[in-house]
Nanobody, 116 residues
């Protein structure tokens, strides 16, 4: 059974930092491209950052460039999202996605709230 379990969300003040984790099980993790998405209230889900398998190339949305960093540890079957300089508009549920060919899996999400 495939599971993606996100953790690390919570309430943080503007300008603060959080690190999200997504632990995967039931898949050969190193084969999967991993992506963080987010969905704010009343908005569509959007891509935040993605990391490939071999080489670990990354890409991210313009809105988070220079603030968020995606990384992965294939030995721990975990992908991370380091979020710095958080803004109120970063408030959303953050979802982890694993994709390999036609295999596509989602976690249940973790809530990040940026508020003073």
């Amino acid at each position: 059974q495939v599971q993606l379990v996100e953790s690390g969300g919570g309430l943080v003040q503007p300008g603060g930092s959080l690190r999200l984790s997504c632990a995967a099980s039931g898949i050969t993790f190193s084969r999967y491209a991993m992506t963080w998405y987010r969905q704010a209230p009343g908005k569509e889900r959007e891509l935040v950052a993605t990391i490939t398998t071999v080489g670990g190339s990354t890409d991210s949305a313009d809105s988070v460039k220079g603030r968020f960093t995606i990384s992965r540890d294939n030995d721990k079957n975990t992908v991370y999202l380091q979020m710095n300089s958080l803004k109120p508009e970063d408030t959303a549920v953050y979802y982890c996605n694993a994709r390999y060919g036609f295999h596509n899996y989602w976690g249940k999400g973790t809530l990040v709230t940026v508020s003073s």
